[in-house]
């Protein structure tokens, strides 16, 4: 791939980094990114559990660090705000444990958002230090591990079953 060349929309690293477009919204890309996974995920918990929906997410940020990193060179930038697929698996993680339950749905995607916003710690190092793919990436997997941990708390309080748990 030739540096500095933007990729074309159709290209299957344009489609993967973006979540099929959803990333090129023109605001808010980030919160965009998360609500395209929503469906995604509530398909691969309702078919498949949420032990796949584990997995969808792990392999979503293998394959995200593949298609970030080579989006992001594309243009030559360091995190483009159009890549989106940290946001696909971080959410996909945030929503492992809340079994297609709307209320979990909507608080996972408020949490997602929270912690990838904030950037909590060890998110802001991992953001900061690692290279290309692998640091648009990792940050979103923490913040998806602490979107977790709050939605199942916040289902057990409201007395809400938990699916799979996160700890």
Request: charge should be neutral; proline fraction near 7%; glycine fraction near 10%.
């Amino acid at each position: 791939m030739t540096s500095g060349k933007k990729l074309p929309f159709f290209h299957p690293v344009s489609l993967l980094a973006t979540w099929f477009g959803s990333g090129l919204m023109p605001f808010a890309p980030g919160t965009w990114g998360s609500f395209a996974a929503l469906p995604f995920a509530a398909l691969i918990a309702w078919q498949l559990g949420p032990v796949a929906l584990l997995v969808a997410s792990l392999l979503a940020y293998l394959i995200g660090i593949w298609a970030s990193d080579r989006y992001a060179r594309s243009l030559e930038l360091k995190d483009p705000g159009a890549v989106v697929i940290d946001e696909v698996a971080g959410q996909w993680l945030t929503l492992v444990p809340v079994c297609l339950d709307p209320l979990g749905f909507l608080a996972g995607f408020f949490f997602f958002r929270l912690f990838d916003v904030l950037k909590t710690w060890p998110a802001n190092v991992l953001e900061r230090r690692l290279p290309g793919g692998l640091g648009i990436m990792s940050d979103d997997m923490v913040a998806g591990l602490y979107g977790a941990i709050a939605t199942a708390l916040l289902m057990t309080l409201f007395g809400r079953d938990i699916c799979f748990p996160i700890l």
